[in-house]
């Protein structure tokens, strides 16, 4: 057991297959080397396994928050889904915002571990440290919307006050590969298909009621030390400022304009790398302005509502009336931002502002991510485009009106087209013969950063341990807002330590777990003060760094486990040297990725790619056989082990 502040010391471990529901401590001992939700729940994901089917009931779905989780600390509102990936093969953890995580610890609980699979859908129910089963077959079938509805007015209290579901739609229950878990705010847990496994399980959602019970530090001195520190920090920073920074006024739809400015904005499935490169080249009607946060704000905007703790309040609600093949469709959605923006708008080739906020609510409805759903779909179109889908269906470039109906079509696998888009990018390229044509890392497709122009989230992209994704290390802020100090996002050099740097901090806050934008203000002594306060622990901030270096390189063991090594820490062709040019203000640009993998490895102490045993050691990473790998011996493991 662990007496640490704002841990419950409780996780309920629910097997699926026969209704039972057993409580367990955490071990002390995990609790200070792994910090809380992310690094926990991989611990116990790793414990499971690693060759474990990511479809099958053995595979564990981790439901976790973190010590900060539910607290006074800013945007501590967050919790952490992780399992392992049938997207990608590899341990993921996807987090969303809103209310789950903080209720989740006020119902007395740090962690929910669901195995096996239900006979027949259920749905559970936490309330004052206990999880009971229910029946859902009703709720089977039904978009996530209606069985949040559905829900909170079955489930007795106060929907939308006390009550938090998150649950997955047809696309969770139909097996695609990138479904999400939604919750009640359109808050969503939306990458590596953590919703497909939750109906692999036949869990149709996780509903927590509770009353707000937030745990008090250990160490009040050092925490009000550290929480007034990391206030003034946020409404002094530009980019947090409530109600002043581009974050709080814009969202993260606030880099739209930014990103295209810089010709940093991947355009028509990465052939540009900006709408209006694609506009000068083809002489079409695109314009990223249309879909940005300035636009979004002064045309649509109807609520800017937040999350547990947050002063900074990002999340923009909007509402639109649009015309879909002659039926008028008004949709309020609380989640228009700027990744969603990016796959179902520019990269899809189009800029029609409505119709992406109803292609974002149907997603979420349908329980899918956004980024996949928007990528997987120009890829279909570029694959259209070359004939690669004959016999099975197409996919117009910028035909927003199908789009929307793909998107339900995707999600229960309507058609043979929508069967294939399902699979996501690995699945299709492999059938297709369409590598080429796939944006993807890992089977995982890239975010909103193209990476001929930010050379960060380049090396981001290849290294990260869950498929291509721009939150394991986010080094835009440092290539685009100058934090913590500014850097060029054209120049390589530095970009592999500095990535590696960033992938370490987020580790930590994702541990913790609260919102990677407090680090646009915070930064290690914040953290160290408020954990520290919290917990009553006494860390440095350099026995808090390796904590994060350690929760990173075990997700990176475990992927070695399942065969990984260097060889997919790669990038799509078209990024790199050989591939296509940037354009505009990016002209002529690409990805040095293989001199930035080098320094990378190097920083990080691996061999291609690969922990290696004495970096285990170093880490007090005691679990499984290790990988074999000696950094001496400058062998990798193959990909048969």
């Known amino acids: 057991m662990t007496e640490l502040g704002g841990f419950q010391d409780r996780v309920a471990r629910i097997d699926l297959s026969d209704g039972d529901v057993a409580y367990e401590s955490i071990d002390d001992e995990d609790a ?72 989740l610890k006020w119902a007395g609980f740090d962690g929910l571990l669901f195995e096996g699979e239900a006979d027949e859908p259920v749905y559970a129910v936490v309330e004052d440290g206990e999880v009971e089963l229910r029946d859902a077959s009703h709720l089977w079938g039904e978009g996530f919307h209606d069985t949040r509805d559905a829900i909170g007015e079955e489930v007795e209290g106060s929907y939308g006050k006390n009550l938090s579901i998150m649950g997955i739609g047809p696309g969770g229950e139909n097996g695609v ?71 709080s006024m814009y969202g993260t739809n606030v880099l739209m304009n930014i990103g295209e400015e810089m010709d940093g904005l991947p355009t028509k499935n990465g052939r540009y790398t900006s709408t209006e490169s694609m506009r000068d080249a083809e002489g079409v009607d695109i314009d990223a302005e249309r879909v940005s946060g300035e636009n979004v704000r002064e045309n649509i905007l109807v609520d800017e509502p937040t999350c547990h703790s947050c002063p900074v309040a990002c999340k923009k609600e909007v509402e639109v009336q649009a015309m879909h093949k002659g039926e008028e469709m008004n949709v309020r959605t609380e989640s228009y931002e700027y990744e969603s923006a990016y796959a179902l708008g520019p990269n899809s080739g189009h800029t029609d502002r409505d119709a992406i906020a109803l292609m974002i609510d149907r997603c979420n409805d349908m329980g899918v991510d956004t980024i996949d759903a928007g990528n997987m779909m120009a890829m279909a179109m570029e694959m259209t485009e070359e004939g690669k889908l004959e016999g099975v269906g197409e996919l117009e470039w910028g035909d927003y009106e199908t789009m929307i109906d793909m998107i339900e079509r995707i999600a229960h696998r309507e058609d043979d087209l929508a069967d294939l888009l399902a699979e996501g990018p690995r699945r299709v390229a492999d059938r297709k013969e369409a590598h080429e044509n796939s944006l993807a ?8 950063y193209d990476p001929r122009c930010l050379k960060g989230m380049g090396i981001g992209y290849a290294t990260s341990n869950r498929g291509a994704c721009h939150l394991r290390g986010y080094t835009p802020a440092a290539e685009i807002l100058g934090i913590p100090e500014k850097v060029d996002p054209y120049e390589y050099e530095g970009k592999g330590e500095l990535t590696a740097q960033f992938q370490d901090l987020h580790a930590i806050s994702d ?60 990038l799509p062709a078209r990024f790199l040297e050989d591939g296509i040019r940037g354009q505009g203000a990016s002209e002529g640009e690409y990805c040095e990725l293989d001199e930035m993998k080098a320094e990378y490895y190097d920083y990080r102490g691996w061999v291609d790619g690969v922990v290696p045993d004495e970096k285990l050691d170093e880490l007090e990473i005691d679990l499984g056989p290790g990988t074999g790998v000696s950094g001496d011996s400058g062998a990798a493991v193959s990909s048969d082990d």
Not at 441 to 448: C, E, N, R, S, Y
Not at 518 to 536: H, K, P
Request: charged letters at 25%.
């Open 177 to 247: 590969k990138y479904a999400s878990i939604m919750n009640e705010d359109d808050r969503a847990s939306g990458r590596g298909g953590t919703g497909c496994v939750m109906g692999s399980k036949n869990l149709k959602a996780v509903v927590v009621k509770s009353t707000t019970k937030m745990p008090q530090p250990a160490d009040s001195e050092t925490f009000k030390e550290g929480h007034q520190q990391a206030m003034q920090a946020i409404t002094e920073s530009e980019v947090t400022a409530p109600n002043e920074g581009g974050l």
């Open 441 to 448: 890392v890992k089977g995982q497709t890239i975010a909103a």
């Open 511 to 570: 541990s913790f777990d609260i919102c990677k934008f407090n680090a646009f203000a915070e930064g290690i002594e914040e953290y160290v003060l408020q954990y520290n306060g919290m917990t009553g622990r006494d860390v440095t901030e350099d026995e808090l760094l390796e904590a994060g270096e350690r929760v990173y390189n075990l997700e990176r063991y475990y992927n070695n486990l399942n065969g990984f090594d260097g060889s997919d820490d790669s």
């Open 32 to 103: 200070e080397k792994y910090i809380g939700a992310r690094g926990l729940g991989v611990k116990y994901v790793f414990d499971q396994g690693p060759d474990v089917d990511p479809m099958g009931p053995e595979n564990l779905l981790a439901f976790m928050n973190g010590p900060l989780s539910g607290t006074q600390v800013t945007m501590s509102g967050r919790i952490a889904v992780c399992t392992k990936s049938p997207l990608t093969g590899t341990v993921t953890d996807s987090h969303h915002g809103g209310w789950s995580g903080a209720r």
